[in-house]
């Protein structure tokens, strides 16, 4: 297993499919990564030679946000949203979808958990 940013690659997959498994890496992303250092498509993980692993984690660092600082990146957004005080920061706090989604039958995880904490406090 190669241990890049954070996460553990499954060695026997191919490099584009493994990346994915970076938080905020998805396909196209990873293809990309792929296309600017130069690898084949077919390459496996267990094949990458340490330049190429530090190429790539060269590659990813610089051009995107990942794991942990996009993790806080969204967490900013969604700590301003409530400050704001809008709609959407309001269904944040509430625990509700954001989107417009029915809620009267619908959505029972933020309504489980929400119960949850209520009958706690009992």
Partial sequence: ?????????????????????????????AIQVCDQSGLNDNIK?????????DQIIKIISQNYLVDSELERVIQRDIKQLMSIGCYRGF???????????????????????????????S
Wanted: glycine fraction near 8%.
């Fill in 1 to 29: 297993m190669s241990y890049i940013l954070g996460t553990n690659l499954v060695s026997n997959e191919q490099v584009e499919i493994a990346l994915t498994r970076i938080f905020g890496i998805g396909l196209k992303k």
């Fill in 45 to 53: 993980v267990n094949k990458l030679t340490k330049y190429q692993i």
């Fill in 91 to 121: 269904r944040h706090n509430a625990g509700l979808p954001l989107r417009g989604q029915r809620t009267h039958t619908n959505a029972k995880t933020c309504r489980k958990f929400r119960n949850v904490l209520i009958n706690q406090r």
